[in-house]
């Protein structure tokens, strides 16, 4: 069997559920070789669940990144919590400098109930920089708002109009998830290709843990591309894979759940 690898470039969430552990755990359920270049652990506090970031230094982010392109080779890649501007510009660089195809984009300014962007001069710099770079790039409404430069994006309409304004910045394709994030009781997803809208509207999965959805859906994205998959035949893929890992989603204790990466079986 042809041994299928994908890289994430992101941060650790100790507690399991989000970052790098997320993207890990998507790619090994979904037949895929995982590597990863750290670039910030994310520790929670017992007491109140506070997160507290530790960041990797740049001159270790990119000794990891040369181990895996260099050193190995990979089909796809994705991108998860970057944390600073000059980060986000040795990623725009080494997909420059390696060609590298497959590039998915999760582009992280904002973490579950904390919908201020959470480092202004990292998201800037995706915005500047990665957006461009981006195969396929998959921002939440909040952050899609930010890099369609829209007050508010929230109706149908207002994600059409900023998927659209984000492809026009030369991402290939836009991935808007609206997910538990709109006052509806369906969870809307919009794909555009520069040409087309394909919208997937579903009822709202109730009473399920979504923490780390977000990067799980774009690593699940990320796995199909490894493997040979077209970009619409990834995302449907995906799509199935993150409703699996939902609906099976449990509790880890007071503060948070997680969503399960083992029971999505093609
Ligand atoms: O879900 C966003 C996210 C991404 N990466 C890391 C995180 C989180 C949210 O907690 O901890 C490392």
Redo the contacts with the bound molecule.
């Keep these: 069997m042809a041994l299928h690898k994908a890289m994430t470039i ?6 399991g ?4 552990e ?1 993207d890990l755990k998507t790619f090994t359920a979904m037949g895929v070789y995982g590597m990863t270049a750290l670039t ?1 652990i ?1 520790a929670q506090n017992p007491k109140d669940w506070a ?1 507290e970031m530790y960041p990797i230094g740049m001159d270790v982010i990119e000794k990891q990144i040369k181990t895996i392109v260099e050193g190995i080779g990979i089909d796809a890649m994705k991108t ?2 970057l944390g600073s501007a000059e980060l986000v510009q040795l990623v725009a660089d080494t997909i420059d400098k390696y060609s590298l195809k497959n590039v998915v984009i999760d582009p ?1 300014m ?3 109930g904390i919908d201020a962007i959470m480092v202004p001069d990292a998201a800037a710099a995706i915005k500047e920089v990665l957006v461009s770079r981006a195969d396929v790039i998959t921002p939440n409404t909040l952050e899609a708002a930010y890099l369609a430069g829209m007050d508010k994006v929230e109706t149908l309409d207002e994600i059409k109009e900023a998927a659209a304004r984000i492809q026009q910045m030369g991402a290939g394709y836009v991935v808007i998830k609206s997910g538990s994030r709109n006052d509806g009781d369906e969870a809307v997803d919009v794909l555009y290709d520069g040409k087309d809208y394909t919208v997937n509207a579903e009822k709202k999965l109730e009473g399920c843990f979504n ?5 799980t859906f774009s690593a699940a994205i990320t796995a199909g591309l490894a493997k040979g998959l077209s970009v619409k035949d990834a995302l449907a893929e995906a799509k199935e894979f993150i409703t699996v890992a939902l609906k099976n989603s449990f509790r880890l204790n007071q503060f948070s759940g997680a969503t399960d990466h083992c029971k999505w079986h093609k």
């Design positions: 992101a941060g650790s969430d100790t507690s559920g989000a970052g790098m997320a910030v994310v997160h998860g919590m992280v904002v973490c579950k923490h780390g959805g977000g990067c």
